[in-house]
């Protein structure tokens, strides 16, 4: 699979490429205002990568990945019959009748740990004493545990008399050869771990972590530690899309701040290209005089510049570049704006290239507390703050207004309210559709 073969070029070996012959699909067609709908951007997007090629990694390198394989159990689990109870083992028939008021004593034989084999058959009118997971001998059906006895070592008085079966943890109880336990497509998680460990599987087929380099672009931003003088900001785009691609299970390289200078930006593409399986550049892609990489990335590759009909968001931009046709995304610098964008775009993408379904986000439902209103012809993306009632209800309070610079506002909401583009006006009480953009 060429699109994303995992290079060995040297970064600093790495010359800057040239666009290669072969361009882009045909382009979605924009609406009489030459904007591109949010669905057809986003499928038009998706169309263009591939899913990573799988290869083999240990069980706990394999934790948030996509399965590429189906999973069958070779093992039972619990492998054999064992003790759920620290105890005795028994012939239940023994202690028939047995109780506080009538209790009974039986000759011990032998112990039994954890580890331990199972023995030879323990012979009626004995016990064996039998610790919690260990094998259960032939003969045994029931074990009593520690508080129904007197715990003796030599002979053991009962006060209780157990059913058949009673404490005992029969053999495929959990899992059973031939058991069906995972699908390709599972995303692994701890507890899915412990499981394939548990059945002796220390390997799995999956697809990797995307490796994404994160480049932001203007000779305005400055480190955050640094200090500033007149006219500087700090660069809080690199580190917000970073940590977003983490949160993904992505392997993320921040190369940080690229001056306005062409041939720099030009010359940091190019030499990510032999550690990446996609690049998001964010800034200089609208319409001003310094939109540096949209000068320069249609040099390197084919390229797609557009305006997208959403709220923030609008300037969007996608390539291929280099010999690999690595994907390049390019999102606008405002930080909402960032934000958005990718929660629109860009996390589709990471989830396709791992093999995650689904793709999108799922679209729930708050009643808004105020109204809220949209420009005709946008899907509009505002962030909102979602509380539920002791009844269950959700409701969500939008905030920020249409600022995409708002950091503040950002940071404080846990959804994004979508208001579709054929709605100008949701009155208060309403139900609108939301993303939940923080875990629940």
Same mark, same amino acid.
């Given at each position: 699979?060429?699109?994303?073969?995992?290079?060995?070029?040297?970064?600093d070996?790495?010359?800057?490429?040239?666009?290669? %012959?072969?361009?882009l699909?045909?382009?979605? %067609? &924009?609406?009489?205002?030459?904007?591109?709908?949010?669905?057809?951007?986003?499928?038009?997007?998706?169309?263009?990568?591939?899913?990573l090629?799988?290869?083999?990694?240990?069980?706990?390198?394999?934790?948030?990945?996509?399965?590429?394989?189906?999973?069958?159990?070779?093992?039972?689990?619990?492998?054999?019959?064992?003790?759920?109870m620290?105890?005795?083992?028994?012939?239940?028939?023994?202690?028939?009748?047995?109780?506080?008021?009538?209790? @009974?004593?039986?000759p011990?034989? @032998?112990?039994?740990?954890?580890?331990? =084999?199972?023995? =030879?058959?323990?012979?009626? $009118?004995t *016990?064996?004493?039998?610790?919690?997971?260990?094998?259960? #001998?032939?003969?045994?059906d029931?074990?009593?545990?520690? %508080?129904?006895?007197?715990?003796?070592?030599?002979?053991?008085?009962?006060?209780?008399? &157990?059913?058949?079966?009673?404490?005992?943890? #029969?053999?495929?109880?959990?899992?059973?050869?031939?058991?069906?336990?995972?699908?390709?497509?599972?995303?692994?998680? /701890?507890?899915q771990?412990?499981m394939?460990?548990?059945?002796?599987?220390?390997?799995?087929?999956?697809? !990797?972590?995307?490796? *994404?380099?994160?480049?932001?672009?203007?000779?305005?931003l400055?480190?955050?530690?640094? %200090?500033?003088?007149?006219?500087?900001?700090?660069? +809080?785009?690199?580190?917000?899309?970073?940590?977003?691609a983490?949160?993904e299970?992505?392997?993320?390289?921040?190369?940080?701040?690229?001056?306005?200078?062409?041939?720099?930006?030009a010359?940091?593409?190019?030499?990510?290209?032999?550690?990446?399986?996609?690049?998001?550049?964010?800034?200089?892609?609208?319409?001003g005089?310094?939109?540096?990489?949209?000068?320069?990335?249609?040099?390197?590759? /084919?390229?797609?510049?557009?305006?997208?009909?959403?709220?923030?968001?609008?300037?969007?931009?996608?390539?291929?570049?280099?010999?690999d046709?690595?994907?390049?995304?390019?999102? !606008?610098?405002? !930080?909402? +704006?960032?934000?958005?964008?990718?929660?629109?775009?860009?996390? #589709?993408?990471?989830?396709?290239?791992?093999?995650?379904? /689904?793709?999108?986000?799922?679209? +729930?439902?708050?009643?808004?507390?105020?109204?809220?209103?949209?420009?005709?012809?946008?899907?509009?993306?505002?962030?909102?703050?979602?509380?539920?009632?002791?009844?269950?209800?959700?409701?969500?309070?939008?905030?920020? $207004?249409?600022?995409?610079?708002?950091?503040?506002?950002?940071?404080?909401?846990?959804?994004?309210?979508?208001?579709?583009?054929?709605?100008?006006?949701?009155?208060?009480?309403?139900?609108?559709?939301?993303?939940?953009?923080?875990?629940?």
């Amino acid at each position: 699979m060429g699109l994303f073969r995992r290079k060995k070029q040297a970064a600093d070996e790495a010359p800057v490429q040239t666009a290669p %012959e072969r361009g882009l699909p045909r382009r979605p %067609e &924009p609406n009489l205002e030459g904007l591109r709908s949010v669905e057809d951007h986003r499928d038009y997007l998706l169309s263009l990568v591939q899913e990573l090629p799988a290869f083999g990694q240990t069980i706990l390198d394999a934790v948030g990945l996509s399965l590429c394989e189906d999973i069958i159990a070779d093992l039972d689990l619990p492998r054999f019959d064992n003790s759920a109870m620290d105890g005795y083992g028994v012939h239940a028939a023994d202690l028939e009748g047995v109780s506080r008021g009538l209790p @009974r004593s039986l000759p011990v034989v @032998r112990s039994i740990a954890a580890g331990d =084999p199972a023995g =030879p058959e323990v012979e009626e $009118g004995t *016990v064996v004493k039998i610790m919690t997971g260990a094998p259960v #001998p032939p003969g045994v059906d029931a074990v009593v545990p520690y %508080e129904h006895t007197d715990r003796g070592s030599v002979t053991a008085t009962f006060l209780h008399a &157990p059913a058949v079966g009673e404490n005992i943890r #029969p053999a495929g109880d959990d899992i059973a050869v031939g058991d069906h336990i995972a699908s390709i497509g599972d995303r692994l998680g /701890p507890r899915q771990v412990g499981m394939l460990a548990g059945i002796g599987i220390d390997q799995v087929l999956v697809r !990797p972590r995307p490796r *994404v380099v994160v480049i932001s672009t203007g000779s305005e931003l400055v480190q955050p530690g640094l %200090e500033l003088h007149e006219g500087q900001i700090y660069d +809080s785009n690199s580190f917000m899309l970073a940590a977003l691609a983490r949160s993904e299970g992505a392997q993320v390289f921040r190369v940080g701040i690229v001056s306005d200078d062409p041939s720099v930006v030009a010359q940091t593409i190019s030499d990510q290209l032999v550690r990446a399986d996609i690049i998001l550049t964010t800034g200089g892609v609208s319409q001003g005089d310094h939109d540096v990489v949209k000068a320069v990335v249609p040099r390197l590759g /084919p390229t797609d510049f557009c305006r997208v009909a959403m709220q923030p968001g609008k300037p969007q931009g996608f390539a291929l570049i280099g010999e690999d046709r690595t994907p390049v995304i390019m999102l !606008p610098g405002n !930080p909402v +704006s960032a934000f958005v964008s990718f929660e629109v775009f860009v996390r #589709p993408v990471l989830r396709k290239l791992m093999g995650v379904q /689904p793709l999108v986000r799922p679209v +729930s439902h708050a009643l808004t507390r105020t109204i809220i209103r949209s420009p005709l012809g946008k899907t509009q993306f505002q962030r909102g703050v979602v509380t539920s009632t002791r009844d269950g209800r959700r409701h969500v309070a939008p905030m920020g $207004g249409g600022g995409s610079h708002k950091l503040g506002d950002l940071a404080q909401a846990n959804a994004l309210v979508i208001i579709p583009p054929e709605v100008e006006v949701i009155e208060a009480g309403n139900p609108v559709e939301i993303w939940m953009i923080d875990d629940e």
